[in-house]
Each structure stands twice: as structure tokens, then as C-alpha cells.
């Protein structure tokens, strides 16, 4: 019986939780290729432009649409979704991914890490950033099969940067005895520990000299996502940047944190 109200619906979020949204929201399956076109979403060619001394941007080894942040995840207000765009409703907001990019090209990393391959968005668009600093190579991990985003990076030219780990992240980070990282990315899963474990480890055993980004990171979240989730990651946040040298927050769409660890 309807009281009038929008009614709801149970969908399954990108990090395998089961949360009520208005069923206007278009949340559907984040891991399926091609999504943004199937969900019928405004699908835009993305803006890039040349750049000085033969410069472009990482974007134009992208050949696929963006759409709009707000039309594939659920958001409150606050979070301005509907001014980010993402790829196959699945990656990093790309003005996040721009600003990955950036970091990495003045961090100038030997060596960089990303949890969390999916597709393999955030590993181009930093590969890209290690190819114009003619150095360095980015491990990046993922539980499940890379074999889209291996293609990806082949595809843009980029494949002799990246060594592609199929593991679980922490149990890959606690065995790992290479080098340390100057820059990692952290994007797996927020569910059970698993992000805040990843940046515990790194810091613990030393293994990162430089940046760390963590994603999903907006206040936000807790009006759509399990509050004790969202609290327990945000107490993981804070715990995570005492131990920091600094920390910069960008509280919009899903969020951002960068810390400095020296
Ligand atoms: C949000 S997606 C990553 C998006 C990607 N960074 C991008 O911007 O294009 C999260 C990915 O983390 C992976 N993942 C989740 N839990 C993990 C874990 N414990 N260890 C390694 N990978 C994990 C999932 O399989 C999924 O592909």
C-alpha cells in the first residue's frame, strides 16, 4: 500500500553491501563493462584538450564515454555528484583520477601501488603519469581477474609499466619484501577493514615513502552506506592521519584523502 512517499528499493552497492535507494537512483551491478551506455545514461565524449610542448592529457588514451557520477551511484546533495563524471560507473571519478595523475607526475615514484584494478582506469591514469616522468613502475592488486584492465593498458601503449598481482590485498601487502612505495593508491573495498588494513600495513612496515590516496572517503557516505561502516572507516581515516606527516580531505562525490608520509 503506498502512503505517498517515493517508494525504495534493495540494490547492491560496488563494495557487495545490500542498501535501501530511492527507486529513481539508477544504482545497479558497478562491475559490469559498458554499464553507463546500458543504463541508458547521458553519455558525453570526454573533454581534453592539447597541451603545451606536445603534452595532452592521460584522457586521451581513453576511447569510451563518461557519464555522470550522480546518475550511476547514489549520493546526497552535499556530495555535488552531478559535477563528476565517471567511466562505465565503475572507476574513480575522473576529476579525481586527473588529480592521481598529477600527483604521481610531480611525486615522480620508483615504484607505485593501487589496490582495487577493476577495469583498470585509475592503474592508466597513473601508468600515463609514470610514462611522461620516464620512470617508475605501479603494482597494482586486485582479487579478482585483470584481464580488462591487462587489455586496457595494452591497448593505451602502457602495459611495460604495470605488474598486474591477482591476490587479496593486506595478505599480499604483509608478505610483500620489494622496495618501498612513493605513491599508492588505496580503492578495494571499504567493507571489513579491508582499505583502512591496507594503509595500516603500508604505514606499520614502512612501505611507503611519499603519498597516500585513500577513495570513498566523503562524511557523506553515512546517509547511504551502513553508519558503522561508515564511522569505523572514518575513525580509520583520522587513526591513519596521526600517524601522517599531513593530510589534505577532498569532501566531494565519494571523496578523497591524501596523506603525506615522509
Ligand atoms: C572500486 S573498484 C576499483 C576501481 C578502480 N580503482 C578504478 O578507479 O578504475 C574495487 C575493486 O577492488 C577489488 N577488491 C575488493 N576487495 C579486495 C581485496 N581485499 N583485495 C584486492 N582487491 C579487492 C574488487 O575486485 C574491485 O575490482
Keep these: 500500500m503506498s502512503n505517498g512517499a517515493p517508494s525504495n528499493r534493495l540494490v547492491r552497492t560496488r563494495r557487495g ?52 557520477e550522480s546518475d550511476v551511484h547514489y549520493h546526497v546533495e552535499e556530495e555535488q555528484s552531478h559535477l563528476f ?27 607505485a601501488l593501487e589496490t ?41 601503449g602502457l602495459a611495460q609499466r604495470v605488474e598486474w598481482v591477482q591476490s587479496e590485498s593486506r595478505e599480499y601487502l604483509r608478505a610483500y619484501a620489494g622496495l618501498p612505495f612513493g605513491f599508492a593508491l588505496l580503492d578495494s573495498s571499504v567493507s571489513d577493514g579491508t582499505r583502512i588494513g591496507e594503509a595500516e600495513i603500508l604505514l606499520s612496515r614502512r612501505l611507503v615513502q611519499g603519498y597516500i590516496v585513500l577513495h570513498d572517503t566523503s562524511r557523506y557516505r553515512a546517509g547511504y552506506e551502513p553508519a558503522d561502516e561508515v564511522q569505523r572507516y572514518q575513525v580509520g581515516l583520522n587513526h ?23
Design 17 to 68: 553491501r545490500i542498501i535501501r535507494v530511492p527507486a529513481q537512483s539508477h544504482h545497479q551491478d558497478p562491475y559490469a563493462p559498458d554499464r553507463s551506455a546500458k543504463m541508458g545514461c547521458a553519455l558525453e565524449p570526454v573533454r581534453t584538450g592539447e597541451g603545451r610542448h606536445g603534452m595532452r592529457s592521460w584522457l586521451d588514451r581513453i576511447k569510451e564515454p563518461s557519464c555522470r
Design 85 to 111: 563524471h565517471t567511466f562505465e560507473g565503475g572507476s574513480c571519478e575522473i576529476e579525481y583520477l586527473s588529480l592521481i595523475n598529477a600527483i604521481v607526475q610531480v611525486a615522480k615514484p620508483a615504484l
Design 116 to 156: 582495487g584494478t577493476l577495469h583498470g582506469f585509475s592503474a592508466l591514469a597513473i601508468a600515463d603519469a609514470l610514462e611522461r616522468n620516464e620512470r617508475g613502475k605501479l603494482i597494482s592488486i586486485d582479487v579478482a581477474d585483470q584481464g580488462l584492465a591487462r587489455q586496457r593498458l595494452q591497448a593505451a
Design 240 to 262: 591513519l592521519a596521526q600517524q601522517s606527516a599531513g593530510q589534505v580531505r577532498f569532501p566531494f562525490s565519494q571523496g578523497l584523502t591524501l596523506l603525506q608520509v615522509s
